[in-house]
């Protein structure tokens, strides 16, 4: 019995153990399983990680690399506005006297004080000095001349150098002496100036230099007709006539600038104007003076003064029929009827009217008995 229950034993603990080992051969697959399962988790939570990462890091550069883009473009646009400063700055200093806005003495405009004139005059003034000045600095350094301390008269207690050997001390010393432009030599300076302007259209600056001739010579005609002719062209009637009439007024003959003030007073339909800037000068022997004066002393119905005026131009040129109308129309107008029929007669004979006109003066020869 002994013998069974030990083999009984044997075969139990057998079984035992091949059941422990199916359960082992069960379990193995499932922790195997299990591991992995937890591996690739884990694998997928690193990879987000890293994506993670490496992203933040692309935005982080991204971002880096738009500020310094930024400030790149700040710090150019300060660099071209300084250099823009910089050029006008230098710009500004280069003006050269015939860029200088120079208004008319006050004699000449009456816009202008004659505090501002004299500050203006004494700038001119200081504009040709410091040109001296400027020739003279260079005149020493081409020739390089030594010159001795008592020659020059210095305003910064610099010191200046003594000569360098005495060899220098034998050679000729240059002596540079100003010269000032008087205000003749001046203005004709400027006049040239302003006749070349003009040949190259610069009107605005050759306006800005007759404003300066006058400035320093109010009474210089030439300077004061061409800058009324320039306002004339630019339509400032108002502004060339108050000129003329300045001028005029400096010197009363002035038949030309009489002439052109009497020309846009009657372009302007101010005839009676024109009349009364004419009149003073009506025994000019000028071929223009006389025919707008007979012309606006018709219109005005003073007769008396159209008469004299056609009879000037007759004197001065008898083969004109239509002076010897004027004159006739005026002698018919204050009534001398006789003196009329003749000077009619004499237009007529001249055959050199036009066709109305012809006509005209043969029906007045008509109705006055001829």
Do not use: C
């Amino acid at each position: 019995m002994s013998v069974i229950n030990q083999m009984l034993k044997d075969l139990d603990k057998r079984q035992s153990e091949q059941q422990n080992a199916a359960n082992l051969a069960v379990s193995g697959p499932t922790k195997n399983s299990n591991t992995k399962l937890i591996i690739v988790i884990v694998t997928a939570i690193i990879m987000l990680n890293v994506a993670g990462i490496f992203g933040w890091q692309l935005y982080s550069e991204n971002q880096q690399l738009r500020m310094q883009v930024q400030q790149e473009t700040m710090r150019l646009a300060r660099e071209q506005n300084l250099a823009e400063s910089k050029k006008n700055k230098i710009s500004a200093t280069k003006l050269t006297e015939a860029q200088m806005p120079i208004a008319i003495v006050a004699s000449s405009l009456p816009s202008r004080s004659a505090k501002d004139n004299s500050a203006l005059a004494s700038n001119l003034q200081q504009q040709n000095e410091n040109k001296a000045d400027s020739i003279a600095g260079k005149m020493i350094e081409n020739n390089a001349v030594a010159v001795k301390p008592s020659q020059l008269q210095v305003e910064d207690n610099s010191i200046i150098p003594e000569p360098v050997n005495e060899a220098l001390k034998a050679k000729s010393s240059l002596t540079i002496s100003r010269t000032q432009l008087s205000p003749q030599a001046l203005a004709a300076n400027k006049i040239s100036e302003a006749e070349h302007a003009m040949e190259r259209n610069n009107l605005a600056k050759a306006e800005a230099l007759f404003e300066e001739v006058l400035l320093v010579m109010p009474e210089h005609e030439t300077a004061r007709k061409q800058l009324a002719a320039l306002w004339y062209g630019k339509k400032s009637y108002r502004d060339a006539i108050n000129l003329l009439s300045q001028g005029i007024a400096l010197a009363p003959p002035a038949q030309e600038m009489r002439l052109m003030s009497a020309r846009i007073y009657y372009e302007q339909g101010q005839t009676r104007q024109a009349y009364k800037i004419l009149r003073p000068i009506k025994a000019s022997n000028s071929a223009e003076i006389q025919t707008l004066l007979a012309n606006t002393s018709a219109e005005l119905n003073e007769h008396n003064s159209a008469v004299t005026a056609y009879r000037k131009l007759i004197t001065l040129d008898p083969d004109v029929g239509r002076w010897w109308l004027g004159v006739a129309v005026s002698l018919d107008a204050l009534g001398n009827f006789l003196p009329a029929r003749d000077a009619y007669k004499q237009a007529i004979a001249r055959n050199n009217l036009s066709s109305s006109a012809m006509q005209f003066a043969r029906e007045r020869l008509i109705e006055l008995g001829e």
